[in-house]
């Protein structure tokens, strides 16, 4: 059976409607016989992919989240007070990044489909670069507003950028463990701000220590857009560190994802199928949850331990630990979820964990409501806490991975990241609003609130496995319809690379859909994993 019959009637009318605009790599994996692909290539392949692309996705997300912990470290030393920030306004001024972020998503979903990588990237990385700088110069509240705000409008692309970037250029088994990568700088930029804060923050002088904090970020992060111009490549097809024959294996190793390779073509139907899609709504529920909780970490963390009993400077270094759990907790839980091919288990785990800590954390401060210090013990346990929340950092790349691995189509991955990141907005706008002055130094009420977020999101991920094991049982019937095999091998997933559609028997003409730009609902021969 030939490809083109894999996708019938006004299914196949749309996904060769733009055929012109496929790039040459492609359309000649169509229209010749299929390149052989050893494991050795594959694995040639994806070396030279992550010295390129991996390694600039690394260095750009460790400075956006460098930012944004700079942030936390800042009120540490004194920002509120040198601002003379009152009741709530630290928290709004957590709150308005997130909420530039959410009011940019329609436009970035559409805009990451028409720019290329390579561009948006570069200007992106300046733009917020500028704006962290520009953080320095605040002298009141609405100084620090306006450039929180800037900050998160020009970051809202970011994440869903990466994770675009990564479905393009890996196969899925190798999805979670590169995004792991990225992610995990996570815990590495909170390392190394924590020692940076400690080192600026002996400075005394009308410069104060957390200006020389923010302004540092921004520079750093500016002078890095030449390397995004000069190192990023936009897709597969145009790499100028392959040559022609290697960017044709390229693709060849990623046909049995069945997501496509990339395209610049916003398609309406996909972005209406996204909204039909009944994973799209349990996707956005598992985004939000946990960056709800993150607020506890993110912008009160460092004032959470201060309020321990320590001292600005201790306070400082304690939060060194927390990234380096942050760091092990990507890399573990990721990697677990690639040798077992199951990421909604390792995610389940990892969120357990935090639920612990949760429960640490909430036992001892409500103990000690009313109490001006905690003893040791209770100290020791509610650090003890704080840092096993760390492991619900080891839980967004699992979720991003989960989704670019079960969403195909470029124009609909575009929208469900963009959504993705709305939502992760939205949980980052209501959870520093969680923790209110007047709750303070304990806060309790928030604390208890992000406790019982945590054990929602374990039945949400149960939830969405459940889904996506009936959207394959009614593939598979879709696939004995149309007379193919009913049980498709899903070659994506194996450690080692297989030419997909061999155990079928048909290694010559399977999948040639999913080079294309066809979305997971309309390839009957798309497999969702768990």
């Not at 620090?144 to 990466?162: H, M, Q, S, V, W």
């Not at 970020?217 to 500016?222: K, P």
């Not at 097809?237 to 610049?264: C, D, I, P, W, Y």
């Amino acid at each position: 059976m030939s490809a083109t019959n894999y996708v019938q009637g006004d299914d196949m009318e749309k996904a060769h409607s733009t055929h012109e605009l496929e790039h040459e790599a492609v359309d000649k994996m169509g229209n010749e016989p299929r390149v052989v692909l050893t494991e050795e290539d594959n694995r040639r392949l994806c070396r030279k992919t992550d010295k390129r692309i991996l390694a600039i996705l690394m260095w750009i997300y460790f400075l956006q989240i460098f930012d944004k912990v700079v942030f936390g470290l800042g009120n540490v030393f004194g920002l509120s007070t040198d601002l003379a920030l009152t009741g709530d306004q630290y928290s709004f001024a957590g709150a308005i990044h997130a909420i530039a972020q959410l009011a940019w998503q329609p436009f970035s979903s559409y805009i990451i489909v028409r720019i290329p990588a390579r561009q948006l990237m570069t200007f992106l990385v300046f733009a917020w670069g500028c704006s962290a700088a520009c953080m320095a110069a605040a002298t009141n509240y609405q100084g620090i507003y306006i450039t929180r705000f800037f900050l998160g409008l020009f970051e809202a692309g970011c994440l869903p950028l990466f994770s675009i970037i990564t479905a393009q250029w890996y196969r899925r088994s190798e999805q979670p463990l590169r995004v792991a990568c990225w992610y995990g700088t996570n815990g590495i930029a909170t390392v190394v701000a924590g020692i940076l804060a400690f080192g600026l923050g002996h400075i005394n002088g009308s410069f104060k220590a957390w200006q020389a904090l923010y302004l540092f970020a921004g520079v750093i992060t500016v002078a890095s857009a030449p390397l995004v111009w000069f190192f990023l490549d936009n897709d597969v097809q145009s790499a100028r560190f392959f040559t022609e024959e290697e960017k044709v294996m390229a693709v060849e190793r990623l046909r049995a994802n069945q997501t496509g390779t990339g395209s610049h073509e916003w398609k309406w139907d996909q972005a209406r199928e996204t909204f039909l899609d009944p994973k799209t709504y349990l996707w956005l529920g598992i985004a939000m949850l946990p960056n709800l909780g993150a607020s506890v970490t993110g912008v009160f963390g460092p004032t959470l331990i201060r309020n321990f009993g320590f001292d600005k400077f201790i306070t400082t270094l304690l939060t060194m630990p927390f990234g380096a759990l942050q760091t092990i907790a990507i890399l573990i839980g990721c990697y677990c979820a690639q040798k077992v091919s199951n990421k909604s288990g390792i995610l389940s785990f990892l969120m357990a964990i935090a639920v612990g800590g949760c429960v640490m954390l909430y036992t001892q401060s409500a103990a000690a409501l009313g109490v001006p210090t905690l003893t040791q013990a209770q100290q020791s346990i509610s650090l003890g806490g704080y840092y096993l929340l760390a492991f619900l950092y080891g839980g967004n790349p699992l979720i991003v991975s989960w989704i670019i691995a079960n969403t195909a189509g470029q124009t609909k991955k575009s929208v469900v990241m963009a959504l993705f990141n709305a939502a992760s907005a939205a949980g980052n706008i209501v959870g520093p609003l969680l923790f209110t002055a007047a709750d303070a130094p304990r806060y309790v009420p928030g604390i208890r609130a992000v406790l019982i977020i945590f054990i929602i999101l374990i039945g949400l991920i149960a939830l969405q496995v459940v889904v996506l094991f009936f959207l394959n049982k009614r593939r598979q019937s879709q696939r004995v319809a149309k007379g193919l095999p009913k049980i498709i091998h899903d070659t994506s997933m194996e450690a080692k690379f297989k030419a997909y559609g061999e155990d079928e028997g048909a290694a010559g003409t399977m999948g040639e859909e999913g080079l294309h730009d066809v979305s997971d609902m309309r390839n009957p021969l798309f497999t969702y994993v768990y």
